[in-house]
């Protein structure tokens, strides 16, 4: 696979993963709230342009998106992932059950998208942050095989076996959340009876978490660092 053929694969990742986190982004509770005050504070005369500013804000992102992509390292796309992240987030939360968000002002969460598409759109955001960081190394590895005299068509066909290898990898992944996503309601309804019974059962299972989270965090730099 050539490199030509890579980064276009590149943009084509990075720009559908930011106008779908944008598009679910314009249709959550937190952003319609937010632009209704700007709607409020402007008066009446704003109302029939608040479509061209949800277009103007994807166009915007999109954007920024492209100019990530144009930069083409490991640090910019790191950026890309948390603006998608970060618009992705008011979708997640209206989802959520804990509205610490009507702490600051006065919100009630009402879904406007379905739970498959907030976890299909999530799924989207995880796979291409890990397909771009994998295809980031492979340009290093072209690169470091460029620079020792290896012939074009070698550093192809290496191209080519890494592609395969992130294949799988996104696979497996889309795969294993998958099965997560299925699997935690039945997960839920099961856990409900034994966490009942403890008296801050949500401080158990967000203590859980964040041990099961440092765990992976300190496996996965070790791991780098070997």
């Given at each position: 696979?050539?490199?030509?053929?890579?980064?276009?694969?590149?943009?084509?990742?990075?720009?559908?993963?930011?106008?779908?986190?944008?598009?679910?982004?314009?249709?959550?509770?937190?952003?319609?709230?937010?632009?209704?005050?700007?709607?409020?504070?402007?008066?009446?005369?704003?109302?029939?342009?608040?479509?061209?500013?949800?277009?103007?804000?994807?166009?915007?992102?999109?954007?920024?998106?492209?100019?990530?992509w144009r930069k083409g390292d490991e640090i910019w796309f790191g950026r890309l992932f948390s603006m998608n992240m970060l618009m992705f987030f008011p979708?997640?939360?209206?989802?959520?059950?804990?509205?610490?968000?009507?702490?600051?002002?006065?919100l009630t969460p009402i879904p406007g998208l379905s739970g498959l598409w907030v976890f299909g759109v999530g799924l989207l955001l995880q796979v291409t942050?890990?397909?771009?960081?994998?295809?980031?190394?492979?340009?290093?590895?072209?690169?470091?095989?460029?620079?020792?005299?290896?012939?074009?068509?070698?550093?192809?066909?290496?191209?080519?076996?890494?592609?395969?290898?992130?294949?799988?990898?996104?696979?497996?992944?889309?795969?294993?959340?998958?099965?997560?996503?299925?699997?935690?309601?039945?997960?839920?309804?099961?856990?409900?009876?034994?966490?009942?019974?403890?008296?801050?059962?949500h401080m158990v299972v967000g203590l859980l978490v964040v041990v099961m989270i440092a765990a992976t965090l300190v496996y996965y730099l070790r791991s780098?660092?070997?």
């Amino acid at each position: 696979m050539k490199e030509s053929l890579l980064r276009t694969l590149e943009a084509l990742i990075a720009l559908a993963a930011t106008y779908m986190a944008a598009v679910t982004m314009v249709q959550t509770t937190l952003y319609n709230k937010l632009l209704d005050k700007v709607s409020n504070y402007f008066g009446p005369p704003l109302n029939p342009y608040l479509p061209y500013i949800n277009i103007g804000i994807i166009i915007g992102v999109l954007f920024l998106a492209f100019t990530f992509w144009r930069k083409g390292d490991e640090i910019w796309f790191g950026r890309l992932f948390s603006m998608n992240m970060l618009m992705f987030f008011p979708a997640v939360l209206d989802f959520s059950t804990f509205n610490w968000i009507g702490l600051i002002f006065n919100l009630t969460p009402i879904p406007g998208l379905s739970g498959l598409w907030v976890f299909g759109v999530g799924l989207l955001l995880q796979v291409t942050y890990l397909s771009l960081r994998y295809t980031v190394r492979f340009k290093y590895t072209r690169d470091a095989l460029e620079g020792r005299g290896a012939s074009m068509d070698d550093i192809d066909a290496v191209t080519r076996g890494q592609v395969g290898y992130l294949m799988l990898l996104v696979t497996l992944t889309i795969v294993a959340t998958s099965i997560v996503y299925v699997s935690l309601p039945y997960i839920t309804q099961f856990a409900a009876g034994p966490l009942s019974n403890l008296p801050v059962p949500h401080m158990v299972v967000g203590l859980l978490v964040v041990v099961m989270i440092a765990a992976t965090l300190v496996y996965y730099l070790r791991s780098q660092e070997d």
